[in-house]
């Protein structure tokens, strides 16, 4: 059996986090800092380096047996490039694969950050175990990956699906995409804010003293804990936004008749609150398809899923080089 760490780098618009891992999906060292990207890619790349370097002398190693990167997407995998002009502008077109590669002479592999976290519970977190493993991440849009088999779904070209815009609702408001009632302009944390916010105009409720009378303060996170306190306006809120959350659900369970589906991102931290409608809209679809068998389990490796899931693409190139 082959030793020796994998390195999982997950690499965000903000901050990126470098974990040594081992065979077996545990996370040896840890250590993340600033990306700055507007300093530009050579800074970057040499922080990256560094951490590299450090999470390495931590676990008494000079060399990984492989690396993996999962950044905030789109990448281009083709290259071996990122190309996200909003959160690391001056990434575009930068050979990072490559020029990791040359730094440390080991294979590099490159993912969308979505597919990486997805690929970290699928091996270790909360599909483990699982065949077919579907990852619904709900935050400031709504992201989705199919791991069927240890292996990430890609579709045309490479390109990572965008479930977050399949319509739930085509006289619903409209997507940024230019669409009407996608997914996400529906159930994400700002569609909740957004709904809440209007509503909380005419209405008395709780969620407008949560947010010291502040109503562009109201979050998702207020419509929760107000709605959790009995506020009767934030409780048809978060069934509203069940619904569609459900709704969106369904449509991928019908689908893909996943084993579990694995839910993260901030909206789903407040699951249980959700919980009892989104059941209802699966039940109701479950006549042509065995929905009830679908396990809906929560993410299990938090803020760690992404570098996991980094290390897992890594360790596909040793197995297959
Ligand atoms: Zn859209």
Same mark, same amino acid.
């Given at each position: 059996?082959?030793?020796?760490?994998? /390195?999982?780098?997950?690499?965000?618009?903000?901050?990126?986090? /470098?974990?040594?891992?081992?065979?077996q +999906?545990?996370? #040896?060292?840890?250590?993340?800092a600033?990306?700055?990207a507007?300093?530009? $890619?050579?800074?970057? #790349?040499?922080?990256?380096?560094? #951490?590299?370097?450090?999470?390495?002398?931590?676990?008494?190693?000079?060399? !990984? #047996?492989?690396?993996?990167?999962g950044?905030?997407?789109?990448?281009?995998?083709?290259?071996?490039?990122?190309?996200?002009?909003?959160?690391?502008?001056?990434?575009?077109? &930068?050979?990072?694969?490559?020029?990791?590669?040359e730094?440390?002479? /080991? $294979?590099?592999?490159?993912?969308?950050?979505?597919?990486?976290?997805?690929?970290?519970?699928?091996?270790v977190?909360?599909?483990?175990?699982?065949?077919? *493993?579907?990852?619904?991440?709900?935050?400031?849009?709504?992201?989705?990956?199919?791991?069927?088999?240890?292996?990430?779904?890609?579709?045309?070209?490479?390109?990572? !699906?965008?479930?977050?815009?399949?319509?739930?609702?085509?006289? +619903? !408001?409209?997507?940024?995409?230019?669409?009407? +009632?996608?997914?996400?302009?529906?159930?994400?944390? !700002?569609?909740?804010?957004?709904r809440?916010?209007?509503?909380?105009?005419?209405?008395?409720?709780?969620? &407008?003293?949560?947010?010291?009378?502040?109503l562009?303060?109201?979050?998702?996170?207020? *419509?929760?804990?107000a709605?959790?306190?009995?506020d009767?306006?934030?409780?048809?809120?978060?069934?509203?936004?069940?619904?569609y959350?459900?709704?969106?659900?369904?449509n991928?369970?019908?689908?893909?008749?996943?084993?579990?589906?694995?839910?993260?991102?901030g909206?789903?931290?407040?699951?249980?609150?959700?919980?009892?409608?989104?059941?209802?809209v699966?039940?109701?679809?479950?006549?042509?398809?065995?929905?009830?068998?679908?396990?809906?389990v929560?993410?299990?490796? +938090?803020?760690?899923?992404?570098?996991?899931?980094?290390?897992y693409?890594a360790?596909?190139?040793?197995?297959?080089?």
């Amino acid at each position: 059996m082959k030793t020796g760490v994998l /390195v999982g780098i997950d690499l965000g618009g903000t901050n990126v986090r /470098v974990g040594a891992v081992n065979l077996q +999906g545990d996370v #040896l060292a840890w250590a993340e800092a600033p990306i700055e990207a507007s300093r530009g $890619p050579q800074v970057g #790349l040499a922080r990256i380096g560094a #951490l590299i370097e450090q999470v390495l002398g931590t676990v008494g190693m000079v060399m !990984p #047996l492989a690396i993996g990167m999962g950044a905030t997407g789109p990448i281009d995998r083709q290259r071996g490039s990122i190309q996200n002009p909003y959160t690391l502008p001056t990434w575009e077109d &930068v050979p990072v694969v490559q020029l990791l590669q040359e730094r440390f002479g /080991v $294979p590099v592999a490159l993912e969308n950050d979505a597919d990486a976290a997805a690929l970290g519970e699928a091996w270790v977190g909360a599909g483990r175990d699982h065949e077919r *493993v579907l990852m619904v991440t709900v935050g400031t849009g709504i992201g989705t990956a199919f791991v069927y088999r240890g292996e990430i779904y890609r579709g045309i070209e490479g390109a990572h !699906p965008e479930a977050g815009h399949i319509v739930v609702d085509p006289r +619903g !408001p409209l997507c940024y995409c230019g669409a009407h +009632g996608c997914w996400e302009s529906l159930a994400s944390g !700002p569609a909740i804010a957004r709904r809440a916010q209007s509503l909380a105009r005419d209405t008395s409720t709780l969620m &407008v003293e949560l947010a010291q009378g502040n109503l562009e303060a109201i979050d998702a996170r207020v *419509v929760v804990a107000a709605a959790q306190a009995g506020d009767v306006l934030a409780q048809q809120i978060i069934e509203e936004t069940a619904f569609y959350l459900g709704l969106g659900m369904v449509n991928l369970m019908i689908a893909y008749l996943p084993d579990v589906v694995i839910l993260g991102g901030g909206v789903m931290r407040a699951y249980p609150v959700f919980a009892p409608y989104i059941h209802q809209v699966i039940q109701q679809h479950s006549v042509v398809a065995p929905l009830q068998s679908v396990r809906l389990v929560m993410a299990r490796l +938090g803020g760690q899923a992404g570098v996991v899931g980094a290390a897992y693409a890594a360790s596909k190139l040793i197995v297959e080089g």
